[in-house]
């Protein structure tokens, strides 16, 4: 899994295996970006999982189902 490396304005829920980046400069991301880099393999490799997972709970087919049918409802109503 990929693990974001985030500023606050991308509005990404980080949970407890992304990056948040202090403040939107170039310095700010390339600090961020080394100190991650720089963590222990095993810690990771557990976030990246972490992220892996997320995902696969979050962003699946059945969700988007859902999500989409309720909002194409919301919008028949909107109409009436």
């Given amino acids: 899994g990929l693990v974001?490396?985030?500023?606050k304005e991308t509005?990404?829920?980080?949970?407890?295996?992304?990056?948040?980046?202090?403040?939107?400069t170039v310095e700010a991301v390339c600090e961020s970006v080394r100190a991650f880099a720089g963590a222990p393999a095993n810690e990771i490799r557990d976030r990246a999982?972490?992220?892996?997972?997320?995902?696969?709970?979050?962003?699946?087919?059945?969700?988007?189902c859902?999500?989409?049918r309720a909002f194409a409802s919301d919008i028949v109503k909107d109409l009436k």
Avoid: L, M, Q
Avoid at 4 to 7: D, E, L
Avoid at 49 to 64: D, I
């Fill in 49 to 64: 999982r972490a992220g892996w997972e997320f995902v696969r709970e979050t962003h699946n087919r059945e969700r988007f």
């Fill in 11 to 24: 509005g990404f829920d980080i949970g407890s295996f992304g990056c948040r980046v202090k403040e939107g």
């Fill in 66 to 68: 859902r999500e989409y």
């Fill in 4 to 7: 974001p490396i985030v500023t």
